[in-house]
């Protein structure tokens, strides 16, 4: 069993930076893949990163490729997104899950078992 607890977001201006984190409880977390997903009001749920259980695959929605960058301490049991040049359409709630995720080199498209509550992200214009 994997808890996973999202920190870090906030109110932020269009351009800036922010890092959100997700901090998880239970053993073996560093054998988990784990992605990020966001949704933001009258929206589908959007799976907008993920990494692999080793930190050597990643994965990224074209809406934020190159300007989020996902990483794992698997030391710490933390995963963080680190969101650069901020637009107001990345407003949402910003969640992490994990799953098992050994032999997985490929964390696009994985189901996930564990979820967290979630962190609200808001971008103002």
């Known amino acids: 069993q994997v808890q996973l607890v999202e920190s870090g977001g906030g109110l932020v201006q269009t351009g800036d930076s922010l890092r959100v984190s997700c901090v998880a409880s239970?053993?073996?977390?560093?054998?988990?893949?784990v992605g990020w997903f966001r949704q933001a009001p009258g929206k589908d749920r959007e799976n907008i990163a993920a990494?692999?259980?080793?930190?050597?695959?990643?994965y990224y929605a074209d809406s934020v490729k190159g300007r989020f960058t996902i990483s794992r301490d698997n030391a710490k049991n933390a995963v963080y997104l680190q969101m650069n040049s901020l637009k107001p359409e990345d407003t949402a709630v910003y969640s992490c899950?994990?799953?098992w995720g050994v032999g997985i080199n490929s964390p696009d498209g994985l189901v996930y078992d564990y979820w967290g509550q979630g962190t609200q992200v808001t971008v103002s214009s």
């Open positions: 239970g053993p073996n977390f560093s054998r988990y893949a």
């Open positions: 899950a994990a799953t």
């Open positions: 990494i692999s259980w080793t930190g050597g695959g990643t």
